[in-house]
């Protein structure tokens, strides 16, 4: 079983900028397919926001392009998303999700969430 847990979110003003970790447990980051964050607004359908693969291959959202940076941290097993220049439609329940193989299957695995206010 692989746990997410994230951490990192709160409240901002627009410009400022934050710093989101997804540790995970139960699986070495780098034999999972991708670790992913997605975030969710308010009676808005979930986005992707980033994603990193395995090979360290990355993917972003045209939205966050510029202003996010995802990456891993192999000696935490954590995974790091850095957000700046944040908007307030950067405002959003942000969530870790990790695929990996395991008995010839494709696992999926979410992490709880935590919320990104940016306001002033």
């Known amino acids: 079983q692989v746990r997410l847990a994230e951490s990192g979110g709160g409240l901002v003003q627009p410009g400022g900028s934050l710093r989101l970790s997804c540790a995970v447990s139960g699986e070495s980051i780098r034999s999972l397919n991708f670790v992913a964050w997605y975030r969710q607004a308010p009676g808005e359908q979930r986005e992707l926001v980033a994603r990193i693969t395995s090979s360290e291959t990355t993917n972003y959202a045209d939205s966050v392009k510029g202003r996010f940076t995802i990456s891993r941290d192999n000696a935490e097993n954590t995974v790091l998303l850095r957000m700046n220049s944040l908007k307030p439609e950067d405002t959003a329940v942000y969530s870790c999700?990790?695929?990996?193989?395991?008995?010839?299957?494709?696992?999926?695995?979410w992490g709880q969430g935590t919320q990104v206010t940016v306001s002033s």
């Open positions: 999700n990790v695929e990996r193989w395991a008995s010839n299957r494709l696992e999926n695995f």
